[in-house]
């Protein structure tokens, strides 16, 4: 065979090769995204893959660099120095230190693996990597060879292993030990740390069930746990350990209080709740999974349980940020309409579990208001929990301060922080799903998908905005060829008056406040959407029994909600004192020197006399008061709290 005729062979075999390799599907853990629903039966969207989406520079790039260049770096060096990290090493051999933290504390290290991971999923980092590689073989020497790994739980306490069930956090921390597994499975398909939570897993299988031992779930997380355990293996047993935590009566085997049943929301089927109890946190993630028990079995009673208790929160008991839970004592619900502002607990991680549940009630049903809410949550009562510079962290999240100091660089309950580090890690994961007829935009922000539709036509979709700040959002959508599909976009709830067009032309669909305007096309590559969004400021107004807010107003603009702090007004009165007057319009002011770059609301308002009103008088009397003219400045809610700790308010007397 002549030479150049033995090149070219081997040029095409090469060539060859190299597209088949190019055809070869994708490593498993590179196509699942945060849930994986993609083989859900009862799940009406699937996922996208952190990866797939690319943040571009806007609203949450900003604090996705904070989280990833300060605030993850500087928690595990937190995590050393207070000895977390050798709570493991000890257990392991390498390390001589003492146990330090409360029982938990091994939880709060899984979620800052996992916000490590997802984040990894966006943009590899070989530091981090290894980091986490280190991290898990410090905890896969920590564990022991019945599967059982627990800092707090041995020595002299594994005697008592599984008898405080309602306190001791087992099953908590064993639920964020394979979250984290899976997280990192799906950064780069290491298993590492995803096997030592499986073989934790299999071991708690095989003791507890209906016909074995009894097991409580006192802090719900194993059960949404187990559930993507089953999504990324496939082993069944994991869904059907999920639905004996979710369905079963454990309460009464082990003989529990009625007032632990109601505070860890556990311990009785689900389907009998019919109403938000007990502690906030607990009760979100209980609801979590079974929204997850629901999109792999249709079991319609979950359903129906989910959407009652929905209504129950969004209706009497979710504040204006979408924080949940307003009581201190107990990090619990209160009674419906119990929604104080100052004694607001509204703790990080319950408006993060609000946010959770409202995602998949969206995978499940594809309906709007689901991520209306997601979307308060997340813009307000969750961004507000982490400071701009990504160091100090909000535990409770009130809607009125006296100045005192909220944000800590450390709580020794450490949930929080690395949940709120989590949450922003994933956020490219929660833009946009498929379905079986097209893609959904959720979200909006600067970004670019590279994905596939679900007939499997490439496809790149590109958003331009200056979203929140502006209401225009610009959509290119660009499949591989001419392919029909619906697009469908979110019109958010609080926009009144809405304008969609496909290039230049308005849409035939409806565009409904609250609802996805639905496209159906033969779209071409370089199609053009523009998003028109009604940016008016509104003054929102709470329900009659909400008696704190009795004349009183919040402010809204798109979906940020704002609050007065003390260093933007003209006057040291105190901000009880001030009031918004007059029927005048808004001064909407865009602020690059303020606080990171934000728009900034003001109105003309007034002072009230901080003297002589008596404290009771007949009813009938006449109350003269004079008031002093001063504008009102308003700042994002999410921001206050990040200068000099200064009164804060969001419900303003409105006269």
């Excluded at 945060?34 to 699937?46: C, E, F, G, I, N």
């Excluded at 780069?188 to 009894?214: C, H, Q, W």
């Excluded at 319950?350 to 208001?369: H, K, P, S």
Aim: hydrophobic share 40%; aromatic share 10%.
């Amino acid at each position: 065979m002549r030479l150049p005729v033995l090149l070219s062979l081997c040029v095409l075999t090469a060539l060859g090769s190299l597209a088949l390799r190019a055809q070869a599907p994708a490593p498993p853990w590179r196509e699942q995204g945060l849930v994986h629903t993609r083989r859900s039966p009862h799940a009406r969207l699937h996922d996208v893959p952190v990866r797939a989406v690319t943040m571009d520079e806007g609203f949450w790039s900003g604090r996705m660099r904070a989280n990833v260049e300060r605030s993850i770096p500087t928690l595990l060096a937190l995590f050393e120095q207070k000895g977390i990290v050798d709570n493991f090493r000890r257990l392991g051999g390498t390390s001589t230190a003492p146990r330090r933290g409360p029982l938990f504390t091994d939880s709060d290290l899984y979620k800052w693996m996992e916000a490590a991971a997802i984040a990894l999923q966006s943009r590899d980092d070989a530091t981090w990597r290894a980091t986490l590689g280190r991290l898990s073989e410090d905890i896969a020497r920590a564990q022991e060879a019945s599967g059982y790994v627990n800092t707090y739980w041995t020595g002299d306490r594994a005697s008592r292993r599984f008898t405080e069930q309602v306190t001791g956090h087992e099953e908590y921390c064993l639920g964020h030990l394979l979250q984290a597994g899976i997280a990192r499975y799906r950064a780069d398909g290491d298993t590492r740390l995803l096997d030592v939570g499986r073989k934790m897993a299999d071991s708690f299988v095989a003791r507890f069930g209906p016909d074995k031992d009894p097991l409580f779930t006192g802090h719900p997380e194993l059960e949404l746990a187990m559930i993507e355990l089953y999504r990324t293996t496939g082993e069944r047993k994991y869904l059907e350990f999920a639905g004996y935590l979710l369905g079963g009566n454990e309460a009464a085997r082990l003989k529990l209080r009625p007032r632990d049943v109601a505070y860890t929301f556990s311990g009785v089927p689900f389907t009998t709740r019919t109403h938000y109890e007990g502690h906030a946190v607990r009760a979100m993630y209980a609801s979590v999974g079974a929204a997850d028990y629901y999109m792999e079995t249709g079991d319609a009673a979950y359903l129906a349980t989910l959407q009652r208790l929905w209504d129950d929160l969004t209706g009497t008991k979710m504040y204006v940020t979408g924080g949940v839970g307003s009581r201190a004592q107990g990090e619990t619900f209160g009674d419906p309409y119990e929604l104080p502002n100052t004694q607001a607990y509204g703790e990080s991680c319950a408006a993060i579990g609000n946010m959770l549940l409202n995602w998949r009630l969206l995978l499940i049903t594809g309906e709007a208001r689901y991520a209306d809410v997601m979307e308060r949550a997340l813009y307000n009562g969750v961004n507000s929990g982490m400071s701009l510079d990504g160091t100090l962290y909000c535990y409770r999240n009130p809607l009125e301060s006296r100045g005192e100091p909220i944000r800590n660089p450390w709580y020794d309950t450490t949930c929080c922080p690395p949940n709120l580090q989590r949450t922003l890690a994933a956020l490219p994961g929660y833009l946009y799903s498929t379905a079986a007829d097209g893609l959904y935009v959720h979200f909006f922000h600067p970004s670019t998908l590279r994905w596939r539709l679900e007939d499997g036509t490439p496809i790149e979709v590109r958003q331009q905005t200056r979203y929140p700040w502006a209401g225009d959002v610009d959509v290119t959508v660009s499949p591989a060829s001419r392919t029909r599909f619906a697009l469908r976009i979110r019109i958010p709830g609080w926009s009144s008056s809405s304008a969609v067009t496909v290039n230049g032309s308005p849409v035939a669909s409806r565009v409904d406040a609250g609802h996805y305007v639905a496209i159906t096309r033969d779209w071409a590559p370089g199609d053009r959407v523009r998003v028109s969004l009604d940016m008016t400021v509104q003054e929102v107004a709470a329900h009659p029994q909400v008696r704190e807010n009795t004349g009183r107003v919040a402010v809204q603009r798109g979906p940020l909600v704002y609050a007065m702090e003390q260093q933007d007004q003209p006057t040291p009165s105190p901000l009880a004192q001030l009031v918004i007057t007059g029927q005048g319009t808004w001064g909407v002011e865009e602020r690059a020197d303020l606080l990171g770059g934000v728009t900034v609301l003001t109105h003309a308002g007034a002072v009230l006399p901080d003297g002589g009103i008596p404290l009771y008088r007949p009813s009938s009397a006449a109350l003269p008061i004079a008031r002093t003219p001063v504008p009102l400045t308003f700042i994002p809610y999410y921001a206050w709290a990040n200068r000099e700790p200064q009164a804060m308010a969001v419900w303003i007397t409105r006269k």
